[in-house]
């Protein structure tokens, strides 16, 4: 069954609390399981979620500060336990390879062969998936090297009944008509596939970790269905936030308008924040931004929005 959906694995800062584990975000992609920044204790919360090794077909760090990465040793003994038979793509600035080494052999485990390695460096990297998305990294503004990801499906086409009843495109037309772009009816009439459908969005994600405010953040976000982003502080903090290069919840806002999102997603928030505090993250958001706002809990499971109307 097709399933398009971000499951929360964890939502916390630098340092979990008794409401937050570190960070964990699996986006389930029709088939395909993106996880993003396995912080520690991700391997816990899958089994609370009911996922398995065998879910996830990517992993995405965004950088190598431990609550984005202390999960992977367990994951990696996990994929080689349970005997996932997919591969399994990693994907990680360059500049950490030392820590990834450090993090993949942590502890003496069977190897497994499915983990493909895929540092990226430079200001963005797209990469060849192989599958129907594509997945852009690109460079943020942290105190260490970070990269923000991006996952786009190509646009589609929606077919117009009405526009091929009126053309006489009918039976196996239709199916030659989408396959070669052009049809002869049996009047005679040349029938294009621009004249008979139009285009459809294709869905598309941005996942914006650690960053201050940059080029990269909204070039991640412009025109997104959904936005995960950190809102570690609210914006009383604005300098804190700037000093240890992060965003506060209004900074997140202000990325969501500008980049045109359908629907914001908070989190990575400190633990200096009591649960009293959290109505306000998504009130700071809210103050411009108009769209559909969610400020994550762990576990909580958050399907993509409906396809942008064809045009």
Not at 141 to 155: F, I, N, T
Not at 215 to 240: K, M, P, R, W
Not at 264 to 277: M, Q
Not at 290 to 299: N, S
Request: with cysteine.
């Amino acid at each position: 069954m097709s399933v398009r959906e971000l499951v929360v694995l964890g939502s916390s800062s630098a340092v979990p609390t008794r409401h937050r584990n570190h960070n964990g975000y699996l986006l389930r992609w029709d088939g395909q399981g993106v996880l993003f920044d396995p912080g520690e204790g991700t391997q816990r919360q899958m089994i609370m979620a009911g996922l398995a090794a065998n879910d996830i077909t990517w992993m995405c760090l965004t950088h190598f500060h431990g609550d984005h990465c202390l999960g992977v040793p367990g994951l990696v003994q996990r994929i080689a336990r349970d005997g996932v038979a997919h591969p399994v793509h990693a994907v990680f600035p360059a500049s950490g390879a030392r820590y990834w080494e450090r993090l993949r052999h942590a502890t003496p485990h069977r190897e497994s062969d499915v983990i493909v390695e895929t540092p990226v460096a430079g200001e963005r990297a797209t990469l060849a998936t192989g599958d129907p998305f594509t997945l852009t990294a690109r460079l943020l503004s942290h105190p260490v090297e970070a990269y923000g990801y991006r996952l786009e499906e190509p646009d589609g086409l929606t077919m117009l009944p009405a526009r091929l009843a009126e053309l006489g495109v009918r039976g196996p037309l239709v199916r030659g008509l989408q396959e070669d772009g052009r049809v002869t009816t049996p009047d005679g009439r040349a029938v294009t596939l621009e004249e008979c459908s139009v285009r459809r969005p294709g869905q598309k994600v941005a996942f914006v970790m650690d960053t201050r405010l940059c080029d990269g953040v909204y070039e991640l976000a412009e025109g997104v269905d959904l936005l995960v982003i950190e809102s570690t502080f609210l914006d009383e903090e604005a300098a804190l936030a700037a000093d240890y290069g992060h965003l506060t919840a209004g900074q997140a806002g202000e990325v969501a308008k500008r980049a045109g999102v359908g629907r914001l997603v908070l989190t990575h928030i400190s633990e200096r924040y009591r649960p009293s505090d959290e109505p306000r993250f998504v009130e700071q958001a809210a103050r411009v931004f108009d769209g559909e706002i969610t400020l994550v809990h762990d576990l909580d499971r958050i399907p993509l929005p409906p396809r942008r109307a064809p045009h």
